[in-house]
């Protein structure tokens, strides 16, 4: 059986109320995302913080199902692996942008039992990252400047997803920040297959029929190519 590509949509709780965080999260899965993207910040690589590996322990103590990604903007993101998989996380997606050790990382992450993302802010070039997708398992293309929830998409970033797609057919490419409703056909045109969604999903008055659009939206995308094959 020949692989292929899901669309996967995974919301983010970075803008919701998160001294609810079980309530929303759970309320995320229950109306159908297909993972939790779950951001993770030090006040040092981005300016803001949020929260570590406790609280996120204490998340999987009460959801034991859910894919949980970190989406960890740290400046040191070796320091966090065995922390991260200790607290239940599935996949430890990090910026490339502090290190230099990448695959080291990338490797020490799977000998942990989670799946490897790598990262890159909006000023980093595409090919920065390519030279990492053999040792990888997902790349993300940020499509906000790290750090904050609930800005504007930058629609120039789809060059890089476009030319990761066109080269790497079956990579998982996710996209995050500022992708939406009025956002997804560009992401879903470029390739991306993983769509993370924070103040569109957590906002919204129908999370259900948000999180189903933008997920039938990259589907039909993904079938489209399939298609014409
Ligand atoms: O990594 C992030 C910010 O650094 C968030 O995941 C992202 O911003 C999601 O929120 P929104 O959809 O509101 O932009
Ligand atoms: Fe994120």
């Known amino acids: 059986?020949?692989?292929?590509?899901?669309?996967?949509?995974?919301?983010?709780?970075?803008?919701?109320?998160?001294?609810?965080?079980?309530?929303?999260?759970?309320?995320?899965?229950d109306n159908g995302a297909?993972?939790?993207?779950?951001?993770?910040?030090?006040g040092h690589f981005v300016p803001n913080l949020t929260f570590g590996h406790p609280i996120v322990k204490c998340l999987r103590n009460h959801i034991k199902d859910a894919f949980f990604e970190?989406?960890?903007?740290?400046?040191?993101?070796?320091?966090?692996?065995?922390?991260?998989?200790?607290?239940?996380?599935?996949?430890?997606?990090?910026?490339?942008?502090?290190?230099?050790?990448?695959?080291?990382?990338?490797?020490?992450?799977?000998?942990?039992g989670m799946k490897a993302g790598v990262a890159i802010k909006p000023g980093t070039p595409v090919e920065e990252v390519e030279e990492y997708i053999s040792v990888a398992d997902m790349v993300l293309i940020m499509t906000v400047e790290p750090g904050f929830g609930g800005q504007k998409f930058m629609e120039d970033q789809m060059a890089k997803v476009q030319?990761?797609?066109?080269?790497?057919p079956?990579?998982?490419?996710?996209?995050?920040?500022?992708?939406?409703?009025?956002?997804?056909?560009?992401?879903?045109?470029?390739?991306?297959?993983?769509?993370?969604?924070?103040?569109?999903?957590?906002?919204?008055?129908?999370?259900?029929?948000?999180?189903?659009?933008l997920r039938d939206t990259v589907q039909t995308a993904i079938d489209k190519v399939k298609n014409t094959e």
């Open 70 to 112: 970190t989406h960890m903007m740290v400046s040191r993101p070796e320091q966090w692996i065995a922390p991260m998989a200790d607290a239940g996380v599935n996949q430890y997606t990090f910026h490339i942008e502090p290190i230099t050790n990448v695959e080291e990382i990338c490797r020490k992450i799977k000998e942990h």
């Open 170 to 213: 079956l990579l998982n490419i996710e996209v995050d920040g500022g992708v939406g409703p009025s956002t997804i056909d560009c992401c879903a045109d470029a390739g991306a297959n993983m769509i993370v969604s924070g103040t569109a999903v957590t906002g919204s008055k129908d999370q259900m029929a948000t999180i189903k659009l």
């Open 163 to 168: 030319y990761l797609r066109k080269h790497y």
């Open 34 to 42: 297909d993972y939790l993207h779950l951001d993770v910040m030090d």
């Open 1 to 29: 059986m020949s692989r292929s590509l899901k669309a996967l949509i995974g919301p983010s709780i970075l803008n919701s109320d998160l001294s609810k965080l079980f309530e929303e999260s759970q309320k995320l899965i």
